[in-house]
């Protein structure tokens, strides 16, 4: 897919804070995307419709690319280790299986690169507990618990720390990231104008189409969520044949029998069109021409046929990736590897302006000294 193609289905939105004469005064970055997945099990295929499958769009369009298995971020609530462990290595397969490919991609474990923290101790030094208040997704969290975890306060600086310490320049993200994204820009703005131009102001990469927003099989009015306490209402890309056929013959609809794409009037009848363009790559006026003579219920044989055939490849290799658990860890150790290289010149240069590398600095000059004087 080339970068013209891309631009066609993605658009990439400056933030309101973003001036004309700023950005002009801003110096010329190279073009990095980064973008970051909680091993929280198994995806649903709003998950890889909505997100994964476009970083594989953007791998395959010749972009630079890093991805990051956010496990740091996941214990910002309670983890099992054994689940946690588990989680991480189907994600890395789930990942492989999808298209990443780590010869094109930097894939990598957050926590397997310590410098992550080490910015985000920095960076949190420079925002304030009002603005981390008023993030959406922490006050959506905080109300439903008695006790926040600390960790929940903070990881929107955590989150800006991952996209700082490669120095992004572009983050596909969902709608509801938008202002967690300004938080970066903010402490990336904050950073440079006082210690020197260190970082690029990072803007985001929206999807245009309708994958972000597919919504529950049972409750059309509702986003899709694994969340969802009815396990009928999304379809995981481990399920197999059966298991998918059954959730689409399940789905609610409404009593009208005839198949049109109307999503406000029909949400229901409208996800499953959506789901069936997105597997077949169909437009939702293709599918409805072919859908004609037919009633809702044996259009969702057709829809459960689509879905099968587009994610079967993908469930059948996440099952032999992750029978080789080994080949999994050296895939995540290598990226790490490849994401240390760069995360340890950031936080280098960072210490240095900030003056935290002074012992350091010290030492080289006492070596130097020494060398001189034999």
């Known amino acids: 897919?080339?970068?013209?193609?891309?631009?066609?289905?993605?658009?990439?939105?400056?933030?309101?804070?973003?001036?004309?004469?700023?950005?002009?005064?801003?110096?010329v970055w190279p073009r990095k995307i980064f973008s970051g997945v909680q091993p929280t099990g198994a995806l649903h295929i709003g998950n890889y419709l909505g997100a994964i499958k476009r970083w594989v769009d953007l791998q395959d369009a010749g972009e630079n690319v890093t991805?990051?298995?956010?496990d740091l971020h996941s214990i910002t609530l309670p983890q099992d280790p054994q689940v946690l462990r588990h989680n991480s290595l189907q994600m890395a397969a789930t990942l492989l299986a999808c298209g990443i490919d780590p010869s094109r991609a930097t894939l990598f474990l957050q926590s397997g690169v310590p410098q992550h923290a080490e910015?985000?101790?920095?960076?949190?030094?420079?925002?304030?507990?009002?603005?981390?208040?008023?993030?959406?997704?922490?006050?959506?969290?905080?109300?439903?618990?008695?006790?926040?975890?600390?960790?929940?306060?903070?990881?929107?600086?955590?989150?800006?720390?991952?996209?700082?310490?490669?120095?992004?320049?572009?983050?596909?993200?969902?709608?509801?990231?938008?202002?967690?994204?300004?938080?970066?820009?903010?402490?990336?703005?904050?950073?440079n104008n006082r210690f020197g131009t260190t970082f690029?102001?990072?803007?985001?990469?929206?999807?245009?189409?309708?994958?972000?927003?597919?919504?529950?099989?049972?409750?059309?009015?509702?986003?899709?969520?694994?969340?969802?306490?009815?396990?009928?209402?999304?379809?995981?890309?481990t399920d197999n044949g059966k298991e998918i056929v059954e959730k689409i013959k399940k789905s609610v609809t409404d009593f009208t029998s005839e198949v049109t794409f109307e999503p406000e009037t029909r949400p229901g009848v409208a996800n499953l069109i959506t789901i069936h363009s997105l597997a077949s790559g169909k437009t939702p006026q293709q599918i409805c021409q072919e859908a004609k003579g037919l009633n809702t219920g044996q259009y969702k044989q057709h829809v459960a046929d689509a879905l099968v055939e587009h994610l079967n490849p993908i469930r059948v290799r996440i099952e032999r990736y992750m029978a080789d658990p080994d080949y999994l860890a050296g895939i995540i150790e290598e990226g790490c590897d490849r994401a240390r290289t760069i995360a340890e010149k950031t936080v280098a240069d960072v210490k240095d302006k900030v003056g935290m590398n002074g012992f350091s600095l010290a030492r080289t000059h006492r070596l130097l000294h020494e060398q001189k004087a034999k």
């Open 1 to 27: 897919m080339s970068r013209q193609i891309l631009r066609c289905t993605s658009k990439i939105l400056p933030l309101a804070h973003r001036s004309a004469s700023s950005q002009a005064k801003s110096p």
């Open 67 to 70: 991805y990051c298995i956010v």
């Open 119 to 191: 910015l985000s101790w920095i960076l949190g030094c420079m925002t304030t507990m009002a603005r981390l208040t008023h993030l959406p997704q922490y006050k959506d969290k905080s109300a439903k618990l008695k006790e926040i975890p600390l960790g929940l306060y903070i990881y929107p600086v955590l989150q800006a720390a991952d996209i700082m310490l490669y120095k992004a320049t572009h983050v596909p993200v969902g709608e509801d990231q938008i202002q967690h994204l300004q938080m970066a820009q903010s402490l990336a703005r904050a950073f």
């Open 200 to 237: 690029p102001s990072c803007e985001p990469i929206i999807s245009d189409d309708t994958s972000c927003r597919l919504k529950s099989l049972r409750d059309p009015t509702k986003k899709m969520s694994k969340s969802d306490p009815d396990p009928k209402a999304c379809i995981m890309l």
